[in-house]
């Protein structure tokens, strides 16, 4: 099994909040599936970290599996067009 790792460019402070919500949400609903990852396996079932840039900041999410890592960029995708209207990736 390899990793799934999703970078997402944040870009101001209101997507930081939606992120941060957003990523909260995502787990909660997800916390008894967690639960039994954690049972079977020696491996995290989702690592975030934050990597500066030059404009903007890029979270990383790391998956263990692709089908998470999917319905994570699919649920973000549709919580960016309630904020900015646009689909993404947003230019």
Do not use: C, Y
């Amino acid at each position: 099994m390899s990793d799934v790792v999703v970078k997402l460019p944040v870009r101001d402070d209101e997507e930081a909040q939606l992120f941060g919500s957003f990523l909260s949400k995502f787990l909660e609903l997800r916390d008894a599936e967690a639960d039994l990852w954690a049972a079977d396996h020696d491996a995290p079932f989702v690592i975030v970290h934050s990597e500066p840039n030059d404009d903007t900041q890029m979270k990383v999410v790391t998956f263990q599996e692709r089908r998470m890592a999917h319905d994570f960029l699919r649920g973000w995708a549709e919580a960016l067009v309630g904020l900015t209207g646009k689909a993404w990736p947003a230019e």
